[in-house]
């Protein structure tokens, strides 16, 4: 049995009553307790192997680094050209 089916037993979160604020407020609140101890959050192999791809990219100059503020306009760029028809 997977922990996630574990934890779908034992909790049962109203989630098609709840609103987008409130998930998005259960979201932060999971997010900071699961940050307060990262050393007990296991990393799945593939995201070692898709930050070493992306090293090699970056040496490569094949990608580049965005500031946040340029990532989020380029994600808002993209959205937008997406739903446009």
Do not use: C, Y
């Not at 094949?62 to 380029?74: P, R, V």
């Amino acid at each position: 049995m997977s922990a996630l089916s574990i934890g779908l037993m034992a909790m049962n979160l109203p989630l098609s009553r709840m609103s987008l604020q409130e998930k998005l407020v259960a979201m932060e609140l999971l997010w900071a307790d699961l940050s307060a101890t990262p050393d007990q959050v296991v990393s799945p192999a593939w995201h070692g192997e898709e930050l070493q791809l992306r090293r090699e990219q970056v040496q490569q100059g094949s990608t580049k680094f965005l500031n946040w503020d340029d990532a989020i306009a380029e994600l808002k760029t993209e959205r937008h050209e997406h739903q446009t028809p």
